[in-house]
């Protein structure tokens, strides 16, 4: 099957930075979108980027011009550049990827990490 772990979350500031990254690995034929979905406590599951395998981009309105997806192919790895971080941006972040694997050639399924949590606090 296809695994997805993110990486990059912390603590930071109101104001302040991360870079979260997600390597897929596993059965993986085609990698097509593959995005960033977030979750705080209490609260319902967020989309908050994609990017497709032809590097179109989506953003939450929320986000826009404060944060930046891309991807490597070559690495099977996206990122998700945050900037000027908010107390809302706090939440866990997960990575999803939409998929062909080896054994279903074609047949695209979802996967998803664990998550990484971003918390941003004074």
């Known amino acids: 099957q296809v695994q997805l772990v993110e990486s990059g979350g912390g603590l930071v500031q109101p104001g302040g930075s991360l870079r979260l990254s997600c390597v897929a690995s596993?059965?993986?034929?085609?990698?097509?979108?593959m995005g960033w979905y977030r979750q705080a406590p209490g609260k319902q599951r967020e989309l908050v980027a994609t990017?497709?395998?032809?590097?179109?981009?989506n953003y939450a309105d929320s986000v826009k011009g404060r944060f930046t997806v891309s991807r490597d192919n070559a690495k099977n790895t996206v990122y998700l550049q945050m900037n000027s971080l908010k107390p809302e941006d706090t939440a866990v972040y997960y990575c999803n990827a939409e998929v062909t694997t080896k054994v279903t050639t074609f047949t695209r399924t979802n996967y998803w990490g664990r998550g990484t949590q971003v918390t941003d606090s004074s």
């Open positions: 596993g059965s993986i034929f085609v990698i097509y979108t």
């Open positions: 990017i497709t395998s032809g590097s179109s981009t």
